[in-house]
Nanobody, 124 residues
Framework: QVQLVESGGGLVQAGVSLRLSCTAS????????MGWFRQAPGKEREFVTV????????YYADSVKGRFTISRDNARNTVYLQMNSLKPEDTAVYYC?????????????????WGQGTQVTVSS
């Protein structure tokens, strides 16, 4: 089993940056593809980004490409989501998740473990 705990969310103005953290316990983050998802009120949860468990290749949703960066620090057993140039449409609860699938995946049903979420609110 693995437990995931997100932190770093908050209320910010549009255009600023935030860095979210996801710290794992029980197992190492290097054993899983680690993804970030987000869910706005009244909307379905959507994929944001994922980092491969092997060599660290990444993939991003079009809505965040060029603004968000996912990274992993194996020594700290932590995955980060650097969010730059935040927009009001980025407002959501952000979740980190771990997938044990063979290939990196964007499908939430392919993720086995989820954090509790951290709220990001971007005002205009």
């Amino acid at each position: 089993q693995v437990q995931l705990v997100e932190s770093g969310g908050g209320l910010v103005q549009a255009g600023v940056s935030l860095r979210l953290s996801c710290t794992a316990s029980g197992r190492t983050v290097s054993s899983y593809h680690m993804g970030w998802f987000r869910q706005a009120p009244g909307k379905e949860r959507e994929f944001v980004t994922v980092i491969n468990r092997g060599y660290g290749s990444t993939y991003y949703a079009d809505s965040v490409k060029g603004r968000f960066t996912i990274s992993r620090d194996n020594a700290r057993n932590t995955v980060y989501l650097q969010m730059n140039s935040l927009k009001p449409e980025d407002t959501a609860v952000y979740y980190c998740a771990a997938s044990g699938r063979l290939m990196m995946t964007t499908r939430q049903n392919d993720y086995d473990y989820w954090g509790q979420g951290t709220q990001v609110t971007v005002s205009s």
